[in-house]
């Protein structure tokens, strides 16, 4: 069976929040595009491609990538996959949420036409539910701690604060949300390349005492030297995210045991199968792994709760429900229950889209 036609759609979604930032960047809408690849018996598959000019691409190089290489798949047999997904590879360097989209769009497609469940073809899941963190924006420490007080009531039991780089209110956001949520709640920090490792180091004395989990990509991303430092002196995880942009290099922090966990997204890697090499490497070298927030709508987090059903082991909460602070999402909803994602049934990924394709 052929793959019939690949077509684009828009998904431009505001952020209920529209004064969401981060140390990089105010995010204050998200300019994806939704890949639609059906087959001979008109069988749908959807693919997301993730479009944030701070984190991966703006929304015309999204659509530019998009449009090169969708014509390339009609015609290609819908089971042949792998094949399809190597052959995109050596078509456009680099453009790695281009191909996950691409790569989310065959997997769904696949698993439609079979009638099961995208996880069945990544070897069957290992859990039904996901537990979840949800991320609290740059703020002033009060509002941080009282967003955070309201995600710990509706059940989130991991928060993750970004962090700015400046020292003196950092502490302030951490101790802050500390006081409003209390002990029960896991607490993660994301500075997202803001500090260096001695300033690192030094900050992290006056957080300590607010018991911390772990430390999300405190330094710059090529300072792996730096990474590796934190590793051996803080008593806390350090986490790897804008260094583990390939599988690659995922395999140098491995390899060089320069982190404890990393930080694993389907649209920085290039799609579903160099995620699941990326956790492969990271189980043999024992180092943890976690899926990261990628913003985007239903679909993303479908998708991404397919493939982290599949991973053997998830020593902390992952990121996957930040499409419940999005608008105007055009897929079936994905409810979060407690804190937490359960896999969907149904074939394919489990959302649906809710206006009919072209």
């Given at each position: 069976?052929?793959?019939?036609?690949?077509?684009?759609?828009?998904?431009?979604?505001?952020?209920?929040?529209?004064?969401?930032?981060?140390?990089?960047?105010?995010?204050?809408?998200?300019?994806?595009?939704?890949?639609?690849?059906?087959?001979?018996?008109?069988?749908?598959?959807?693919?997301?491609?993730?479009?944030?000019?701070?984190?991966?691409?703006?929304?015309?190089?999204?659509?530019?990538?998009?449009?090169?290489?969708?014509?390339?798949?009609?015609?290609?047999?819908?089971?042949?996959?792998?094949?399809?997904?190597?052959?995109?590879?050596?078509?456009?360097?680099?453009?790695?949420?281009?191909?996950?989209?691409?790569?989310?769009?065959?997997?769904?497609?696949?698993?439609?036409?079979?009638?099961?469940?995208?996880?069945?073809?990544?070897?069957?899941?290992?859990?039904d539910s996901v537990a979840l963190s949800r991320i609290l924006p740059i703020k002033a420490p009060e509002a941080m701690a009282a967003q955070a007080e309201q995600l710990a009531a509706e059940g989130y039991g991991q928060l993750k604060l970004?962090?700015?780089?400046?020292?003196?209110?950092?502490?302030?956001?951490?101790?802050?949300?500390?006081?409003?949520?209390?002990?029960?709640?896991?607490?993660?920090?994301?500075?997202?390349?803001?500090?260096?490792?001695?300033?690192?180091?030094?900050?992290?004395?006056?957080?300590?005492?607010?018991?911390?989990?772990?430390?999300?990509?405190?330094?710059?991303?090529?300072?792996?030297?730096?990474?590796?430092l934190l590793t051996r002196t803080l008593p806390v995880a350090i986490e790897a995210d804008e260094s583990a942009q390939t599988v690659r290099d995922v395999f140098r922090l491995v390899s060089e045991r320069a982190v404890d966990v990393i930080?694993?997204?389907?649209?920085?890697?290039?799609?579903?199968?160099?995620?699941?090499?990326?956790?492969?490497?990271?189980?043999?070298?024992?180092?943890?792994?976690?899926?990261?927030?990628?913003?985007?709508?239903?679909?993303?987090?479908?998708?991404?709760?397919?493939?982290?059903?599949?991973?053997?082991?998830?020593?902390?909460?992952?990121?996957?429900?930040?499409?419940?602070?999005?608008?105007?999402?055009?897929?079936?909803?994905?409810?979060?229950?407690?804190?937490?994602?359960?896999?969907?049934?149904?074939?394919?990924?489990?959302?649906?889209?809710?206006?009919?394709?072209?």
């Open positions: 069976m052929k793959i019939a036609s690949a077509t684009l759609r828009p998904c431009t979604q505001a952020l209920g929040d529209p004064e969401w930032k981060f140390a990089r960047a105010q995010v204050p809408q998200l300019e994806g595009w939704v890949l639609h690849l059906t087959d001979d018996d008109g069988h749908l598959g959807l693919g997301y491609c993730h479009a944030i000019p701070a984190i991966s691409t703006h929304g015309a190089g999204a659509r530019a990538g998009l449009e090169f290489l969708a014509p390339r798949l009609v015609g290609r047999s819908v089971e042949d996959l792998a094949g399809t997904m190597e052959e995109i590879d050596a078509t456009l360097a680099c453009q790695p949420t281009v191909k996950a989209a691409i790569d989310m769009a065959l997997h769904d497609l696949l698993a439609r036409r079979l009638g099961v469940p995208v996880h069945v073809l990544l070897g069957g899941k290992l859990r970004k962090l700015s780089g400046d020292t003196a209110l950092d502490v302030k956001r951490v101790a802050a949300v500390r006081a409003a949520v209390g002990d029960a709640v896991t607490l993660t920090l994301d500075p997202n390349q803001s500090y260096n490792a001695k300033q690192m180091i030094r900050a992290f004395a006056k957080m300590e005492r607010h018991d911390i989990a772990l430390i999300e990509q405190p330094v710059p991303a090529a300072d792996i030297a730096g990474l590796a930080n694993l997204k389907i649209t920085n890697l290039g799609g579903i199968r160099r995620f699941l090499q990326a956790v492969k490497i990271c189980e043999a070298g024992q180092i943890g792994c976690r899926m990261g927030a990628a913003f985007g709508p239903a679909l993303m987090q479908a998708m991404s709760l397919q493939a982290a059903s599949v991973v053997t082991r998830l020593p902390y909460a992952c990121e996957l429900s930040e499409h419940m602070h999005l608008r105007d999402d055009p897929f079936s909803p994905l409810p979060v229950h407690k804190g937490s994602l359960t896999l969907p049934g149904g074939p394919g990924c489990g959302v649906t889209w809710r206006e009919a394709p072209a």
